[in-house]
């Protein structure tokens, strides 16, 4: 069974950086749109960012565009999120993901995805 693991959250002031992990063991990623959600509480789960199996597409929400970046490195079977200038609003369990099937775009939906991590914590202090 595939397993995902995210990395990297932790605590940041407003106006930081975080980078965000997500390697998988079992079966190679790189064939797999990957995606990365966040829940805060209270809240429904968020598409956030994604990335098609070769890197070739990307899918921002429009609360992150522009701040956040999406890429991965296939030879280590990793997808990383790049968050820079996080606001308190960027709070959040974030999850990443993998498609349950193969495509060349990234989808956006949370039923798309079949392989889940358990998630890393963002907290960002105002």
């Known amino acids: 069974q595939e397993q995902l693991v995210e990395s990297g959250g932790g605590l940041v002031q407003a106006g930081g950086s975080l980078r965000l992990s997500c390697s998988a063991s079992?079966?190679?990623?790189?064939?797999?749109?990957m995606g990365w959600f966040r829940q805060a509480p209270g809240k429904e789960r968020e598409f956030v960012a994604g990335?098609?199996?070769?890197?070739?597409?990307?899918a921002y929400a429009d609360s992150v565009k522009g701040r956040f970046t999406v890429s991965r490195d296939n030879a280590k079977n990793t997808v990383y999120l790049q968050m820079n200038s996080l606001t308190p609003e960027d709070t959040a369990l974030y999850y990443c993901a993998a498609d349950r099937s193969i495509r060349t775009y990234v989808r956006t939906g949370s039923a798309a995805f079949g392989s889940w991590g358990q998630g890393t914590q963002v907290t960002v202090s105002s």
């Open positions: 079992g079966r190679t990623l790189s064939i797999y749109s």
């Open positions: 990335i098609s199996g070769n890197g070739g597409a990307t």
